[in-house]
């Protein structure tokens, strides 16, 4: 029973892996044809609301020079060295779209520093400027994945759940704080590198996490992988103002109205719990427009136009001189 809940919420990496390496063998001159076309499908969506997307994501307004240590497109190819391979063919499904003399840079992984050249990122920090930081949605068969929750706030739990791993400081923070609270259920994910083993629990599917009004999304190593899905459900996150962003554009969520904001120092936890238990009118607007949120990323069709805008704009400022 476990593994068919756990299946139902998340993606299918078997379908992911099957579907892009089917695509990595076609030829990229069929791609390269197709761009004029996808580019002319702007004409079909809301021309303001793409822009400022695209211009969110790809800050860059002004020529940035070519550097040595770039990537030309024809040499950008799988290897078996060149992983995690989700990220290389997240970024492949797009860059091949593009002239194969063309060149860019790109950073794998949890991105939490700003990069010394405009580089394709999956996370970033939250700040103004960082133009070097150019976001695509990598790593989108784990992070992206949302839920339709049939159970309404109002039957769930009066509690906050929370499963993670536990092993950066903040997080540790917060269990040392909440761990025995009688408004959590808390437990650990990891079980090797821990001073307290007592943290550690039974492994709790998502449609689990779903019987609770309140879920933790804290951070990690950079965003808090959780949230999407959260705020698909009809439960609410609970966290601190993002400081790392994604494709998920975490940094323009606004708390109190997406989510229920809690201090850094977690000190506000219970008084705020208490609150959106007694002012359920309250957390259902929190719901109805974390939903809203979330639905601007499911059109597949416009996320793809994005993308490759936010390439075209890479290549539009990139000089060779």
């Keep these: 029973m476990k593994i068919i809940n756990s299946i139902m919420y998340k993606n299918s990496k078997f ?12 030829p990229n001159f069929l791609f ?16 303001d609301y793409v822009v400022k997307r695209v211009n969110y994501y790809n800050k860059l307004d002004k020529n940035f ?23 290389f063919l997240d970024i492949y499904e797009y860059i091949r779209y593009f002239p194969k003399e063309n060149h860019f840079s790109f950073i794998f992984g949890d991105v939490t520093h700003i990069p010394q050249i405009p580089s394709i990122v999956k996370s970033r920090p939250v700040c103004n400027g960082n133009q070097n930081s150019i976001v695509l949605n990598l790593d989108k068969v784990r992070h992206f994945m949302f839920v339709n929750d049939k159970k309404r706030f109002e039957e769930k739990t009066d509690k906050l759940v929370g499963r993670l791993a536990v092993f950066q400081s903040h997080r540790v923070k917060f269990w040392e704080m909440y761990f025995n609270h009688p408004m959590c259920d808390l437990r650990q994910t990891n079980r090797r590198n821990t001073e307290h083993p ?8 998502l449609g689990k996490h779903l019987d609770f009004k309140f879920i933790l999304c804290l951070e990690g190593n ?17 966290m601190p103002k993002p400081t790392y962003e994604t494709w998920f554009m975490e940094g323009t969520l606004v ?17 705020k719990l208490n609150y959106y238990i007694k002012h359920t ?13 979330v639905e601007q990323f499911q059109d ?17 400022y990139l000089k060779y001189y």
């Excluded at 379908?15 to 076609?26: D, P, R």
Aim: proline fraction near 1%; glycine fraction near 2%.
């Design 281 to 293: 009118d309250e957390a259902l607007k929190i719901i109805e427009n974390a939903h809203r949120f």
């Design 300 to 316: 597949k069709k416009r996320e793809k136009l994005i993308s490759l805008l936010v390439l075209q704009k890479y290549f539009y």
């Design 32 to 47: 390269r044809r197709r761009l004029h076309t996808q580019l002319l499908k702007l004409a079909e969506y809301d021309r």
């Design 65 to 87: 020079n070519y550097d040595q240590s770039m990537t030309q497109i024809k040499d950008f190819k799988l290897r078996v060295k060149l992983k995690p391979h989700v990220y």
């Design 15 to 26: 379908c992911y892996f099957a579907k892009n390496f089917l695509s990595y063998i076609l």
């Design 198 to 205: 007592e943290w550690i629990g039974k492994y709790m599917t």
């Design 255 to 271: 708390g109190g109205y997406h989510y229920i904001e809690i201090k850094k120092d977690y000190s506000d936890l219970e008084e």
């Design 222 to 238: 950079d965003v808090a992988t959780n949230l999407k899905w959260v705020m698909s459900s009809n439960s609410i996150a609970v």
